[in-house]
């Protein structure tokens, strides 16, 4: 290889190893003033060779401002004789306009006779990437410096080798611990533990050594003015191949923490307001005493009429007066007995080998605590009750719900008796609407209608093949909403309430809200509206009073409202109700006999009763189109009713082609289904005075129906007649 190849060659090497590199290397002859600048150097910061010129200060025209003088005066120190090197870094201009970091290096290569420098070369590198990392870490430490800061973390290590330890500013603070330096004498440390703390800590700060575990440890110390603080520390051993290595460590201080968990965990336990245990606690308790076999009492305490206060005298008075409730039943019990607030208005009692005769004494006294509970002045004209069931627990495998519901059942089955008393749940008393959970029901029904639980709506009764308006007459119906939200239907409460005997002052109260609430659309003849009456409603010998002075009080005409009685409410006291239908007359309020037919005396109740509506069981509707028996009863009731002068109403209609047969029949008035669903009263009211107020007022029972006679062979086929 010739001299010439081989210079081509290294000339070749060179700009392929720069370029590989990244590399920018610049050559000033301090002579002529002339700088030369690799093509390697344009490319980095974007140009092509031939765009820049190579002058002298090349360089420092793309510099940012801010980095000039740093450069210039480490070449000057250089030049000078001040460093053996030229090191700086600085910022150029990219061609598009950001800024690119370098790392410039050089120095002088060539010197004249007199040893004055003529030439320097240097070399620089992009370091764009490395500054962004730096910045990034820069940001990160900036982050954790803060976030030790804030959290209080004091920082601290223990070399191996030497035996020091050294504690940053926060450990000191944390530690009480005055001195102006980090290092500490290796065993002052181990003077500020908390003996009972002592050789589990020690141990634990030893226990990294030789892995790359990270150890957490919390204990006491003990400052030298006789504070005592809990801290928390996170060692982790630092391995070194030059030494025996560190143990590096935090230190902070929880003692607050620690106080907070406390509150907290009390907070999770017990109820804020009243300071007894909580639900989820009191669940707990009540698990772990029936595992452990003893026989107890589990007693359910609710409050009456508490609602009432709260509306009466405000939340205040009404927190107040549960605090005082639950001072007064902790005084009621024993030492070994727990008291929890459920929720509301709503106690529990767990009371271990209580017998029958204390549980007794206990619920005594408890009635009487609540009874004399401090209201405050603000409620000082009222008084608190209580209903209180109690179950007696001595089988391991009940569940705490089971227990819970047993005396939560007889708690239902003590308001349902009268309230201010308590009742025992009996397991010998079957479940459902003959038991307990009847009974639940029936409290329910009372709490319904005084915390507007309980909903009116209606059904329309139709003039058949008329609309609703030419008769606007509707029967009121209840709704009970449970605690759960679910809508109840009154086949559900209405057996349970009279059972329990409060279906008189259920009618009482739909009678009152109804006609308060609409008695201006009745007097209006916007429609006409039917109570269902019970057997107990019926024997009331005050009823018509209470009915009198509520049509009184709401301007309500007697003539638009009727009165539903059924056979079975009859017949629990005839006389009774033979005597409501008369004074009924008297005032010209109607009266229909509900579910005729249903009974085998129906018919004789139209010789004792001088009803004006016949309303026919539904039973004998639902299959009228395929049952001929059915026909014939609905025939023989309709002949007979006509015949009286009353109006004929079929119930529980659910197709069209029941409807066809029962107009064809002779059948005035339907209701059911297919006519119109039960809906909010309210809304139906507002239908029926919008229209009213465009028609001139009538008796929507006053109709003329004009029916052909059936024959036989039509009837039976259970095909409408033609007209």
Known sequence: MTGQDKKSRNGAFWAKALERAHLGVWDWDLRTGDCFYSATWARMLGYDETELANTSDLWLQLTHPDDRERALASGDRHIAGQTDAIETELRLRHKAGHWVWVLDRGGIVERDASGKPVRLMGVQTDISKQKAAEAELEQVNVRFRLALAASGTGIWHHDLDTNKSYWDQRTRDIFGLVSDTDEVTDDLWHTFLHPEDKAVTEQAHLAPIGTQDVVAVQYRIIKRDGEIRHVESLVRFIADTQSAGQIL???????????????????????????????????????????????????????????????????????????????????????????????????????????????????????????????????????????????????????????????????????????NRFAVFSATVESGSGGLNAARVAADTVDAMEDGRLKLFGQEIHLLGKPWQESRHVEVLARLVGRNGRLVPPGEFIPVAERFGIASRLDRWIIRTVLSRHGAALRSGALTLGFNLSAQTLSDPQLWEFVDSVIDETGAPHSAIGFEITETAAVTNFDAAEQFVRKARERRCRVSLDDFGAGMSSFEYLRRFPVDTIKIDGSFIQHITESRFDREIVLAITSIARSLGCNVVGEKIERHDTLTMLSDMGVAFGQGFFLHRPEPLEQIVARATGVRRRARPRDPWRVEVQVRPASPEHVSAGLPRRR
């Open 249 to 419: 460590g935090t230190v902070r201080d929880i003692t607050e923490e620690k106080l907070r968990e406390m509150e907290l965990a009390y907070a999770a336990r017990h109820d804020a307001l009243t300071g007894l245990w909580n639900r989820s606690a009191f669940d707990r308790l009540l698990a772990d005493h029936i595992a452990a076999g003893a026989p107890l009492a589990v007693f359910y305490v609710d409050l009456d009429y508490f609602k009432a206060l709260n509306d009466f005298a405000g939340h205040a008075a009404g927190d107040q007066a549960l605090k005082s409730v639950a001072a007064g039943i902790r005084a009621c019990l024993p030492r070994t007995a727990h008291a929890a607030r459920l929720g509301g208005d709503e106690f529990a009692l767990l009371v271990p080998h209580c017998d029958a005769s204390q549980a007794e004494r206990i619920a005594t006294a408890v009635l009487g605590a609540v009874r004399e509970a401090d209201l405050g002045t603000a409620a000082s004209a009222r008084k608190l009750a209580a209903s209180i069931g109690i179950a007696f627990i001595d089988d391991a495998t009940t569940t705490v719900a089971d227990a819970l519901a047993c005396a939560d059942d007889a708690c239902y089955a003590a308001k349902a008796a009268g309230r």
